[in-house]
């Protein structure tokens, strides 16, 4: 079940550190409706072909924009060390694990996991499980053959358009990756997970105030403007409760 991509010894160059994508001066690409495109679906379109972020990531290889989300939270936080054993929960379509391998180096290790298919990375691992299944945790340990350093988790729902609900949803992701944190971080990891900022994430962050001995709310300038997504970063795991 484990082992895509292998881990080759060379992994490519560490991309420097606050690099993100150019500011641009082209005109803006102006995507015109079709009959059969809902106009959420043009929106959509058109915020792709004019998010400088995604032209980056193109350039660069990387599976989706929200790699330089993890690369902008890394940059402050300093979270991916070289040497580090990083666990990505949600990787597909695989962005933060790629910044992850680039960023530990040949003698970190990396293991993303996802319910979802997820194409091969070169240099991590790839489980395909789900989050809520108690045999996941086995599954990355053995993986691991240890504990992890840093759990990652930038899973989020389908978005329903009802705000209450989609919040709801996207904190008890946060939870689960919470869950399988405790069980695989060892003492002094860290985590981070993504929420969307309501309020209803009340007794997630009384958790990690009790799991970790530092937390922070952080928005990368990656993340949309738009988007109401927010991210906790909890360092100085103490231990399992």
């Known amino acids: ?16 550190k ?3 994508p150019p ?49 902008e939270l890394d940059d402050r936080f300093r979270l991916l060390l070289p040497r580090r054993v990083v666990v990505d929960l949600g990787c597909a379509p695989g962005g933060w694990t790629q910044v992850a391998v680039e960023r530990v180096g040949a003698r970190g290790i990396v293991v993303g996991v996802d319910l979802a298919e997820t194409a ?7 489980l395909r499980a789900d989050v809520h299944d108690p045999a996941t945790v086995t599954a990355i340990r053995a993986e691991l053959g240890g ?6 988790s930038d899973m989020a729902p389908a978005t329903t358009g009802h705000a209450v609900t989609d919040h709801l949803r996207i904190v ?5 990756a919470f869950a399988v944190a405790s069980e695989i971080l060892r003492p002094g990891g860290v985590f981070v997970a993504k929420v969307f900022q309501g309020g209803a994430e009340g007794p997630l962050l009384a958790q990690l105030k009790r799991a970790f001995s530092e937390l922070r709310h952080a928005k990368p300038p990656a993340s949309r403007a738009q988007s ?3 991210y906790v970063v909890a360092k100085g795991f103490r231990s399992r409760q």
């Open 1 to 16: 079940m484990a082992g895509e991509g292998g881990r080759p010894r060379d992994r490519g160059r560490r991309r420097p």
């Open 18 to 20: 606050g690099s993100g």
């Open 23 to 71: 500011a641009t001066r082209n005109a803006a690409v102006k995507v015109r409706s079709a009959r059969r495109r809902k106009p959420s679906s043009t929106e959509w379109l058109s915020r792709q072909l004019n998010d400088p972020y995604v032209a980056e990531a193109q350039r660069l290889g990387y599976q989706s924009r929200a790699a330089f989300k993890l690369i």
């Open 120 to 126: 091969p990375i070169a240099g991590a691992n790839i």
């Open 147 to 152: 504990l992890a350093d840093v759990v990652l």
């Open 172 to 176: 008890a992701l946060a939870e689960a």
């Open 228 to 230: 109401a997504e927010t």
